[in-house]
C-alpha cells in the first residue's frame, strides 16, 4: 500500500525558497534604499555646488560693479575712505556682514540707502529676485590701492571675496613726486604703458599720409583717451584727457590742453611760428623707436622744444584724465 503520511522534505525545501526569498527581497530593498538615498545626496551635492558657483559669479558681478563706479568717481581716495567709514569716521575691521551691518559703515554697494538692510537685490529676466550682494571698501591709499570686500547671497548660502584693486594710470611724472617711476626710464617700461593706454583708449587714431589732426577733443564733463599711432597736428582748440601720440607732434595752432600730452615713440615736438599753447596737467616726452619703427635699447634723445607752452602741472587735472582707465585686480582671497 502506498503511504498517506505528508512528504516531510518538499515542506522542508518550500521553507528554504521562502527564506532564501525573503533574504533577496530584503537585501533588494536595502539596496534600493541605498541607491536612493545616494542619489539624494548627489543631487544635494550637486544643488549646493550650482548654488555656490552662482553665490561665487554673483559676488564677483558684484566686485566688477564696485570697480567701475570707482572707476567714473571723482574721488580722491582719502574722500572715498571717508565716506565708507560713516559717522566715527573708522572702518571696521571685520568681515562679518550683520557685524557690518550693525555698525555705521556705508558700503559701496548697495548705494541707495534704502537698500543697505536687504542688500542690492539680482533680479532675473521673470521680474524674481534671486539673490543679494554688498560691496564694502575696507582700505585706501593715495598709491590707488583698494581693498573691497564683497558678499553674494543666494538662499541660505553666502559667499565672501576680499579684493585689493589698483587704479590704472600713468605714473606720476618727473618732477611732481618724490620718486620716478622705473617704468619711465627703460624701453620695455614705456611701451608696456603705451599697450595699457591703447587698451583702454576712447579712440585710436592710424594715419597714414597726414597728421592726424586734434582740435577740440572731449570737454570739462567727459575726459578721453586719444591715441595716435603715428604724427598728429594739435590746435587749434582744446582738449581734455590724455593725448598719446607715437609719431612727431606739431603745435598748428593756439591751444589748451587739460590732462596729460604723452609724445612717446618718436619723442618729437615742434611748433608751427608763433604758437603758444597752455597744459593744465602734464606732457611726458620719450623716444622709444628709431626712425623706421624699430624699438631702441635705451630712450634715445627727444627733439622738443617746450618754450612755447605755458605748463601748469594740476594733479586734480591729471587725475581727471586717469579717469578713464579701470581699476585692476591685484591680490584676490575667499574668506
Not at 545626496?41 to 561665487?56: A, E, H, P
Not at 622705473?182 to 599720409?209: C, F, H, K, Q, W
Not at 593744465?280 to 622744444?305: H, K, M, Q, Y
Amino acid at each position: 500500500m502506498r503511504s498517506s503520511q505528508p512528504d516531510h522534505s518538499d515542506q522542508c525545501n518550500r521553507g528554504v525558497a521562502l527564506i532564501l526569498a525573503l533574504l533577496v527581497l530584503s537585501f533588494l530593498t536595502i539596496l534600493g534604499s541605498a541607491l536612493l538615498t545616494t542619489a539624494t545626496i548627489d543631487i544635494w551635492i550637486s544643488d549646493n555646488y550650482r548654488t555656490g558657483i552662482q553665490n561665487l559669479y554673483l559676488t564677483e558681478a558684484a566686485i566688477d560693479q564696485a570697480r567701475d563706479a570707482l572707476r567714473v568717481s571723482m574721488n580722491t581716495p582719502t574722500q572715498l575712505q571717508a565716506a565708507a567709514a560713516g559717522g566715527d569716521g573708522q572702518i571696521a575691521t571685520s568681515s562679518d556682514l550683520a557685524t557690518l551691518l550693525a555698525g555705521d559703515d556705508q558700503p559701496l554697494i548697495p548705494a541707495d540707502p534704502s537698500l543697505r538692510s536687504t542688500g542690492q537685490p539680482l533680479i532675473d529676466s521673470s521680474g524674481k529676485i534671486v539673490g543679494r550682494y554688498y560691496v564694502w571698501l575696507r582700505s585706501a591709499d593715495d598709491n590707488g590701492v583698494l581693498t573691497l570686500l564683497g558678499f553674494g547671497l543666494i538662499g541660505k548660502t553666502r559667499k565672501v571675496i576680499e579684493v585689493t584693486i589698483q587704479k590704472g594710470r600713468f605714473p606720476d611724472l618727473p618732477g611732481t613726486d618724490s620718486q620716478q617711476d622705473p617704468r619711465l626710464t627703460t624701453v620695455a617700461g614705456l611701451e608696456g604703458l603705451v599697450a595699457r593706454i591703447t587698451r583702454y583708449a576712447s579712440d585710436v587714431y592710424n594715419p597714414l599720409m597726414q597728421p592726424q589732426a586734434i582740435a577740440h577733443y572731449g570737454s570739462a564733463t567727459n575726459y578721453k583717451v586719444a591715441v595716435i599711432n603715428g604724427d598728429a597736428a594739435l590746435g587749434p582748440g582744446s582738449g581734455y584727457g590724455i593725448l598719446l601720440v607715437r609719431g612727431a607732434l606739431r603745435v598748428a595752432g593756439p591751444f589748451s590742453w587739460n590732462g596729460l600730452i604723452l609724445i612717446i615713440g618718436q619723442g618729437a615736438l615742434s611748433w608751427t611760428k608763433d604758437t603758444t599753447g597752455i597744459i593744465n596737467g602734464g606732457i611726458f616726452i620719450a623716444r622709444t623707436r628709431a626712425p623706421d619703427g624699430s624699438l631702441l635699447i635705451t630712450p634715445g634723445e627727444i627733439t622738443a622744444d617746450l618754450s612755447p607752452a605755458a605748463i601748469f602741472y594740476d594733479a586734480a587735472a591729471i587725475r581727471a584724465a586717469n579717469q578713464y582707465f579701470p581699476y585692476n585686480p591685484i591680490a584676490v582671497r575667499e574668506r
